[in-house]
Each structure stands twice: as C-alpha cells, then as structure tokens.
C-alpha cells in the first residue's frame, strides 16, 4: 500500500509535539517529585536548624541537593525543547520551500519513507515497536533514543488509518528480528 500525504504544517507540529511530549513526560512527572520532596525537607531542616537540632542540617542538604537536581533537570529540560521546536520550524520550512508530498509505502518486505530529503526503505525487523497514540501512528526504530515515523488519522482518513494499523499489528511479529 502507497500513500502520498501532502505536508500539513499543523498536522506536522501537532505530531511533533505529541511525539516530544510522550518522551518527556515520564522525566518531567519524575523530575516534579524532586520539588516534592525538596521543600518539605527544606522547610524542615531550616525549622530544626533554628532549634538547634543538628539533624536539620541533614535534612536541609537533602532538600537543597533535590533543589539543585531538579533546577538543573528542568533547565536541560527547557534547552532540549528549544532545539527541538527550532527543528520543527526549520524541518516545517523546508518542507514548504520544497512543496513536495510525503511517500509513504507498506508493503510485505519493508516500509518505505520518502520526502524532500529522504528516501529510505526500512526492513520491519529495524522496527521495535508501535504504538496508536491519539489518532497517530507511531513506528519505532530499534535504534537511539526512539526516532520514529508518525502517520496520522488526519492524514489518510479512518478506514484507511485503521487498515495501516492493522498491517502494521500482523508486521509487528518481524519487529527487532534479525
């Protein structure tokens, strides 16, 4: 089955950041119960400080150290997101300058990718996973931190979106088989 998608900037950054989003996520919700644990802590050491109890002092590096990791976490956090999102634009940008459809091909030996600068068959054993996230098709690499290729409901209509999903159920027995 080959498909050729016109590019959509909205459709396009909606992925993107539903793809960053479901990566973050996890980190983020961890990197929140490091602010949990941090002011409690705190409060408490500097409470048991001014009573001169020298187990504040315990309690107060904890709640600084969670402090520390969590302003040091989030700031990565924040420089990734900008590289990322300066990506998005600039990837959006080439994809108009260009003003070429996206080819996207599944058939029983691989699964074909073309745009503007790309144009790569992938056998399924390269794949580790999938995953149906709002309306959109995720295909996972066995590779890296992830990469995947997105197709949306939006993109091709619900029968057809719902008959790739299928294929790609009864593929994903090949998925990280060499």
Do not use: C
Request: net charge positive.
């Amino acid at each position: 089955m080959k498909l050729e998608i016109p590019f959509d900037e909205n459709i396009y950054s909606e992925q993107t950041t539903l793809y960053f989003n479901q990566f973050w996520n996890k980190n983020l919700k961890k990197n929140k119960e490091r602010i949990y644990w941090a002011i409690p802590l705190t409060i408490v050491g500097i409470f048991l400080v001014k009573k001169e109890n020298n187990l504040g002092f315990f309690s107060l590096g904890i709640g600084i150290h969670y402090l520390i990791n969590f302003y040091t976490y989030y700031r990565h956090y924040k420089t990734i997101k900008t590289k990322h999102f300066e990506l998005t634009n600039s990837e959006i940008d080439g994809q108009k300058s260009a003003g070429q459809s996206t080819i996207l091909e599944f058939n029983e030996e691989y699964f074909r990718y073309k745009n503007y600068k790309y144009d790569t068959k992938i056998k399924w054993n390269a794949f580790k996973n999938y995953q149906v996230i709002d309306k959109n098709l995720f295909l996972d690499l066995e590779i890296g931190y992830k990469p995947s290729y997105i197709l949306g409901e939006k993109e091709v209509g619900k029968e057809k979106f719902n008959e790739i999903v299928e294929f790609i159920k009864k593929k994903s027995k090949q998925f990280g088989k060499n």
